[in-house]
């Protein structure tokens, strides 16, 4: 791939192309907008397979075609016996995916829950899919208590023998307990500990003082 013209020329990457990453049980991706979170779960869910606008290994919906050929780049390495199922979720495109799925007579009746309820839903209903599940943003849809509900479902599928990938932007969801964490920006991918994730300093900093932020703003 050509390291001069983008999604190359950000540092994850680079990176990722360059030494490429080890995926755990559960590994998660955190990181400002723009780093490349999106950009590098969405190549990797396209590599195993996947359908770039969410959905199983089998999903093949389309609506806008916006990604980029990343996918075409990477070689996915799995051990022996592992499943070769999936599952994408990505919270901008489960309209079109929930649109698909009662297009082809799926009765989850996706559509008249709410955003949150039948993001969970959907979790679990192919919660008896054991594979590679990669969730883009999922905190999106969800209140607190939904990302601990989400929490107890991975957990289950990891329990069960799936692997999961997740990007996110919530404390609360990247505080999965002995998860493989990633922080990613413009270094490229570093491993943190939970406690010195920016994101989680600048959520703590926020919730303890929302006035030190709001006073630059209002």
Not at 38 to 59: C, D
Not at 182 to 194: D, K, N, P, T, V
């Amino acid at each position: 791939m050509d390291p001069n013209v983008w999604p190359a020329t950000l540092m994850p990457v680079r990176q990722l192309l360059d030494e490429g990453l080890n995926l755990g049980p559960m590994t998660i991706l955190v990181g400002e907008n723009g780093s490349g979170k999106s950009t590098l779960v969405e190549a990797i869910a396209m590599a195993f397979g996947m359908n770039a606008e969410g959905g199983s290994t089998n999903t093949m919906h389309r609506s806008y075609t916006s990604e980029s050929d990343l996918a075409n780049h990477l070689q996915l390495i799995r051990g022996a016996g592992a499943s070769k199922r999936g599952f994408f979720l990505r919270a901008e495109t489960m309209h079109g995916l929930f649109t698909y799925l009662e297009s082809i007579g799926d009765e989850g009746s996706f559509h008249q829950r709410s955003h949150g309820e039948s993001f969970l839903d959907l979790v679990a209903a192919r919660s008896q899919m054991h594979g590679l599940w990669v969730l883009d943003e999922p905190e999106s849809a969800l209140s607190l208590p939904g990302c601990l509900a989400l929490i107890g479902l991975l957990r289950d599928l990891v329990d069960g023998g799936s692997q999961v990938l997740l990007s996110t932007h919530s404390p609360v969801l990247a505080a999965y307990p002995d998860a493989d964490l990633y922080e990613i920006g413009e270094w490229g991918i570093r491993a943190s500990e939970y406690d010195d994730l920016d994101l989680v300093r600048n959520w703590r900093a926020f919730l303890d003082a929302p006035e030190r932020f709001l006073r630059h703003i209002i």
